[in-house]
């Protein structure tokens, strides 16, 4: 039995169906963006095209097991 996955990685599909790319690969555009902060992240990567829902619910994912400093200087 699957469980039904809640919170922001119910936008996983949408995002990888939309964008092209799945989600390790975002995950790794993101990380030399470890250092700033939530919303600098989500701009990021709406420079990179992603909506904005989007980007806020890989960036809030990303923050929680990657930590919202990993590898900052």
Do not use: C
């Amino acid at each position: 039995m699957s469980e039904t996955v809640k919170g922001p990685k119910s936008y996983f599909p949408s995002i990888e169906a939309t964008y092209g790319k799945s989600i390790d690969e975002w995950i790794e555009v993101l990380r030399p963006t470890a250092g700033q902060k939530h919303m600098e992240q989500v701009a990021f990567l709406k420079e990179q095209g992603m909506g904005h829902g989007h980007a806020n619910a890989l960036v809030a994912v990303f923050r929680a097991e990657h930590g919202g400093a990993e590898g900052a200087a």
